[in-house]
């Protein structure tokens, strides 16, 4: 009997020695994909400007001997506008429910741009939260200051590519079928957070 009970927690073992070896392999598979999907992006931001370049020659041999401004007001009436490429310029929001300038998440979530970090102040925020597309939530102070807390829905649920959530404590409190924090899709990191659920599971 005891070389059986050996034999199965070995197995066991084994099991869980595997099913690690295929989360990692997950994970680098998702890490390569993610940069092989940004190099692309990076070639393709090349092609288009030299484009911009080569249009920009075009348009000024088809007017010679014309000053630099016709030939600059020709080329901006032939080509679109497009965004700088680089980095997005994230800006940060402060929530503060007494003295703004967000008095909530959810309104500072509306107003963030992707890679936006909103910064909470300590105090107690009763509100379900749903993240959508990428940013930051940080709480700004000892993470038990600062409490996202709700009854009869999920407390936080994320789906999109990635995102952040720091330094705060999240509570799910009453009775249901609800998450505390609910990943649909997409990587989140938890960093430093308090979880707990009176319902459902904490993540």
């Not at 030939?71 to 680089?86: K, W």
Request: glycine letters at 8%; hydrophobic letters at 35%; proline letters at 4%.
């Amino acid at each position: 009997d005891m070389a059986a009970d050996c034999k199965k927690a070995l197995h066991g073992s084994m099991l869980t020695a595997s099913n690690m070896d295929k989360t990692r392999s997950g994970v680098d598979a998702l890490t390569y994909d993610m940069q092989k999907v940004k190099s692309e992006f990076n070639e393709l931001a090349m092609v288009v400007r030299a484009q911009g370049k080569a249009a920009a020659a075009q348009a000024r041999s088809r007017t010679p001997g014309s000053a630099p401004g016709a030939a600059d007001s020709e080329l901006a009436n032939d080509l679109p506008i497009m965004e700088p490429f680089g980095a997005p310029v994230s800006t940060m929001l402060t929530v503060n429910a007494k003295n703004g300038p967000c008095y909530t998440i959810n309104e500072a979530m509306r107003e963030a741009k992707v890679g936006d970090k909103i910064i909470l102040t300590p105090g107690k925020y009763t509100e379900s939260l749903r993240m959508t597309r990428p940013m930051q939530i940080i709480g700004e102070g000892h993470v038990s200051d600062i409490t996202i807390e709700t009854s009869g829905r999920d407390t936080f649920v994320f789906e999109t590519e990635f995102g952040v959530l720091s330094n705060v404590s999240l509570r799910q409190r009453g009775t249901g079928f609800w998450n505390c924090v609910d990943v649909v899709m997409g990587q989140l990191n938890l960093e430093g957070c308090d979880i707990s659920s009176q319902s459902l599971t904490c993540v």
